[in-house]
């Protein structure tokens, strides 16, 4: 059975995780979405018709498909 001290370190631990997991998501958010912006700049810039944009998008979807795998 758990002394009372283990089931504040478990409660203290979980919220310590919970928080970096939390600042992980918000880099992660402000990374993709500085991409997307870059993206969107770089369609503007070159004048892309639809199709191409959409090309440039499903291109920057393989990208990072390819850099997630990286990480497993």
Do not use: P, W
Not at 20 to 44: D, G, M, Q
């Amino acid at each position: 059975m758990a002394s009372a001290a283990e089931g504040d370190y478990t409660a203290e631990l979980t919220l310590m995780l919970n928080s970096v997991r939390n600042e992980e998501r918000a880099n992660r958010a402000a990374v993709f979405a500085s991409r997307l912006e870059a993206i969107a700049s770089f369609i503007t810039k070159k004048e892309m018709t639809c199709i191409e944009a959409a090309e440039a998008l499903r291109d920057e979807a393989t990208r990072i498909q390819n850099e997630a795998g990286d990480f497993h």
